[in-house]
């Protein structure tokens, strides 16, 4: 049996990504995903904030983008990016307190939580189509969690 190999440290740089449909479970299944990497990294403290935000970036990309969508968790300690890139090449617009209750918050509660965040539009690919990018930060504040036993697979 070969053995396994130690995790990583918490200080380590890691990386995931989850491709999505435009379906309407998929933010749910982006929402698990996102909970049981940031639990399997000691990073539950962050849980809650980050499943807002990629919640609501999953969300805007189920409803605006024509295709699949793909999230991605990149951890360069202290910081944690998550991005959410989609076929609609139209950067969401700004919420403005005059706007509809009812929609367009997202920007707004990436703008108040989010340590920084940002999005860029994605040329059109040799294979592919364009789209864009949008991303957030958080950055972590405590010191390393007690380190845990790996996750059995």
């Known amino acids: ?35 049981a990497v ?22 805007n990309s189920v409803r605006y983008s024509d295709a699949c969508a793909s999230v991605r968790l990149l951890w360069t300690h202290p910081v944690l990016r998550v991005s959410v890139t989609d076929t609609n090449p139209e950067l969401p617009e700004p919420f403005k307190p005059s706007d509809d209750l009812d929609s367009g918050r997202g920007l707004f509660i990436l703008d108040v939580l989010a340590d920084r965040w940002g999005g860029c539009a994605i040329g059109e690919e040799p294979f592919g189509l364009g789209g864009k990018t949008v991303w957030f930060e958080l950055a972590w504040g405590g010191p390393p969690p007690t380190p845990t036993a790996a996750l059995a697979a």
Not at 38 to 56: D, F, K
Request: hydrophobic share 40%; aromatic share 8%.
């Open 1 to 35: 049996m070969t053995p396994q190999p130690p995790p990583l440290l918490f200080t380590e740089p890691w990386e995931y990504e989850l491709r999505f449909p435009r379906d309407p479970r998929g933010p749910g299944v982006v929402r698990a995903t996102l909970r």
């Open 38 to 59: 940031l639990a399997a990294h000691g990073l539950r403290e962050m849980v809650e904030l980050a499943s807002l935000l990629t919640s609501e970036l999953a969300t």
